[in-house]
């Protein structure tokens, strides 16, 4: 297991790392698309699903799918309508039935999703991440998907690398789409939102918009980013449950109660008291942990310290404060155990001036994140119990 240390004047921080081997492709019905390629899964459910098509040599029999190559505003649209809006495309192929391009625009327009008056040359030039984000999100909201809290979205913007860059009109957009998991970042954590998608790409967002789809449909809460209204405590009763805690997953929900209970037994084995969770600090753990599979750093992706997530307010009430960072373990106690055997988590865990604690925890794609977040306050800060 690989792992590193930093160690803040300021802040103490500490971050473990060990690595997973990636999972083998399938088979492909395309010639041209490798039965390793990364999203053949993907590709291939498009096409049973009759959004993509390819390209058929009626000679040969060989379709092609060409996966590298740009994706126009009408392939985009045109594979967005066949699975959401088949009678604005009918209507389009009516108008223009010997032009396909055009037969997209004209439907894709009716319904709002691209700006009026697109020559066919617009319509069959790359579409932009951009633009994309944008066509996603607007259907998104005609499915029933509602908008985030301003809040929330500056939050998200926060979290990419380049999100003070982005253009305006296309950035609340980007961030549902960040959020939601539409359209991935790069590696960096940037979003680069003028560069184009490519077909294989389209065939991803495609499957991961349908997912979402049938989640907003019974009604699910598909919103990532932890709520700001959720962190509001009961002054009644404090000792009740916390209603924050009600969309984790089994995996987050298990991790949290893991890395909890042993936090405080490795604590009371030294004389030191239990921490308890602080609302605050648990809606930051929450987001660190998404963060970390774009940038696996005590740095946010979009820049800042891992404490930029937190409340304004709130810091200004933060005497002390710490971060703990893991990747791919199994579970939250695996992940206590590799804290525990590095000097830097260990003393994190084992401060005996921190009075309360956030834990965060995400599973994506076969691969684990865990933090803990550490404070005191200059006075009383709020807890809330795990249900």
């Not at 991935?184 to 389209?202: E, H, I, P, V």
């Not at 809460?221 to 962190?231: N, R």
Request: charged content about 25%; glycine content about 8%.
């Amino acid at each position: 297991m690989k792992k590193r240390l930093f160690v803040s004047a300021a802040l103490t921080l500490a971050l473990v790392l060990s690595f997973a081997a990636p999972a083998s492709a399938g088979s492909s019905i395309f010639n041209d698309v490798d039965m390793n390629h990364w999203a053949i899964g993907e590709i291939e459910r498009a096409f049973n699903e009759h959004v993509i098509e390819g390209s058929l040599n009626a000679r040969t029999g060989i379709r092609n799918f060409m996966p590298e190559s740009p994706l126009s505003y009408a392939a985009f649209t045109t594979i967005m309508m066949r699975a959401v809006y088949p009678d604005a495309l009918a209507e389009g192929e009516a108008a223009y039935p010997k032009d396909w391009v055009l037969a997209a625009g004209f439907g894709a327009e009716k319904l709002g999703l691209l700006d009026p008056g697109m020559s066919r040359g617009d319509l069959d030039s790359p579409m932009p991440r951009y633009d994309m984000a944008r066509v996603l999100i607007k259907l998104l909201m005609a499915a029933g998907y509602t908008e985030p809290s301003q809040y929330d979205l500056d939050t998200i913007v926060g979290g990419i690398k380049d999100g003070a860059s982005l253009k305006a009109e296309y950035r609340d957009y980007v961030a549902m789409c960040y959020d939601l998991g539409l359209i991935s970042g790069f590696s960096d954590g940037s979003f680069k939102g003028d560069n184009m998608m490519n077909r294989a790409q389209a065939a991803a967002v495609y499957c991961r918009y349908s997912d979402l789809v049938k989640r907003i449909i019974n009604g699910e809460d598909v919103i990532k980013t932890p709520k700001k209204a959720l962190i509001e405590v009961s002054e009644s009763d404090p000792a009740e449950p916390h209603v924050f805690f009600k969309d984790y997953t089994e995996f987050e929900l298990d991790a949290v109660r893991q890395i909890l209970e042993r936090t405080n037994q490795e604590r009371a084995a030294q004389g030191l008291g239990a921490l308890s969770i602080n609302p605050d600090l648990q809606q930051a753990a929450m987001k660190r942990a998404r963060e970390l599979e774009t940038l696996f750093s005590h740095t946010r992706p979009g820049g800042g310290d891992c404490l930029s997530l937190l409340d304004k307010d709130f810091m200004e009430n933060i005497s002390q404060a710490g971060e703990n960072i893991a990747g791919e373990q199994l579970d939250g106690n695996q992940a206590m155990d590799d804290w525990m055997q590095s000097p830097g988590h260990r003393e994190n865990i084992l401060m005996p001036s921190f009075t309360h604690i956030g834990i965060g925890a995400y599973q994506s794609g076969g691969h684990t994140y865990y933090v803990q977040m550490f404070g005191k306050g200059f006075s009383k800060l709020e807890s809330i119990n795990l249900p």
